[in-house]
């Protein structure tokens, strides 16, 4: 089992920056990837960006490629995202993800994954 506790959510303006982080512990040597999704109210939950726990590669979705960093500090099990340039349209309940073995991919849809966090809230003010 592995257990995801986000944090960092909150309320800003447009423009402005959070950095928002995703604790991990239980067997997180099983780690394979970790990716943030985001679900606003009435919509899908999609993907945001992944990185792979070993190797350190990133992947981001195009509607935040440029603005958003995904990282991770696999001494503290830890993986970031730090989410700049901040539109409302990026207003949404971010949840943290991990796959830890196959049929899970660790690929760019929620099935892909096999934890998940709580979520924490992202707002952003026009």
């Known amino acids: 089992q592995v257990q995801l506790v986000e944090s960092g959510g909150g309320l800003v303006q447009a423009g402005g920056s959070l950095r928002l982080s995703c604790a991990a512990s239980?067997?997180?040597?099983?780690?394979?990837?970790m990716a943030w999704f985001r679900q606003a109210p009435g919509k899908e939950r999609e993907f945001v960006a992944r990185?792979?726990?070993?190797?350190?590669?990133?992947n981001y979705a195009d509607s935040v490629k440029g603005r958003f960093f995904i990282s991770r500090e696999t001494a503290k099990n830890t993986v970031y995202l730090q989410m700049n340039s901040l539109k409302p349209d990026d207003t949404a309940v971010y949840y943290c993800?991990?796959?830890?073995?196959?049929?899970?991919?660790?690929?760019?849809?929620?099935?892909?994954?096999?934890?998940w966090g709580q979520g924490t809230q992202v707002t952003v003010s026009s």
């Open positions: 239980g067997r997180t040597f099983s780690i394979l990837t």
């Open positions: 993800a991990a796959n830890v073995r196959a049929p899970y991919s660790g690929g760019y849809y929620p099935r892909d994954y096999n934890y």
């Open positions: 990185i792979n726990w070993i190797g350190g590669s990133t």
